[in-house]
C-alpha cells in the first residue's frame, strides 16, 4: 500500500529556513519521479519542485529558484525540499507527490502547513 506522510513544516520568521520531508512507503522512491507542490488559503495547488527518476531537478516557479531545493534519500526511501529564503508568500500547505509532470500525480501524502510571519 502507498503512503506518502509530510513532516517539518510549521512557524518560521521571513528570511527563516526549513526543510520538508516526505516518507514515503509501498514503492521505491528513485523509481519515479516526484514532486513538491503547495496551495495557500484561497488559491489553488501549485508545483513547486520537481526531481525525476535519473535525479534531474526543476523548478516550476521562478519564485523559488535559487532559494528551494529538491532532493531525495534512496536508502530512506524519502524525499525533501529544503526551503531558504523564506517570504511570507511562501505560506501554504505544502504537499508531495508520486509524478513530476501535470497528469502523471497519482499519489498525495496529507500536507504539511508552513507559515512565515513574524
Known amino acids: 500500500q502507498v503512503h506518502l506522510v509530510e513532516s517539518g513544516g510549521g512557524l518560521v520568521q521571513p528570511g527563516g529556513s526549513l526543510t520538508l520531508s516526505c516518507q514515503v512507503s509501498?514503492?521505491?522512491?528513485?523509481?519515479?519521479?516526484m514532486s513538491w507542490h503547495r496551495q495557500a488559503p484561497g488559491k489553488e495547488r501549485e508545483l513547486v519542485a520537481g526531481?525525476?527518476?535519473?535525479?534531474?531537478?526543476?523548478n516550476s516557479r521562478g519564485v523559488v529558484k535559487g532559494r528551494f531545493i529538491i532532493s531525495i534519500n534512496n536508502a530512506k526511501n524519502t524525499l525533501y525540499l529544503q526551503m531558504n529564503s523564506l517570504k511570507p508568500e511562501d505560506t501554504a500547505v505544502y504537499y508531495c507527490?508520486?509524478?513530476?509532470?501535470?497528469?502523471?500525480?497519482?499519489?498525495w501524502g496529507q500536507g504539511t502547513q508552513v507559515t512565515v510571519s513574524h
Open positions: 509501498g514503492f521505491s522512491i528513485g523509481l519515479y519521479g
Open positions: 507527490a508520486r509524478g513530476n509532470s501535470p497528469g502523471s500525480y497519482d499519489y
Open positions: 526531481i525525476n527518476s535519473v535525479g534531474l531537478t526543476s
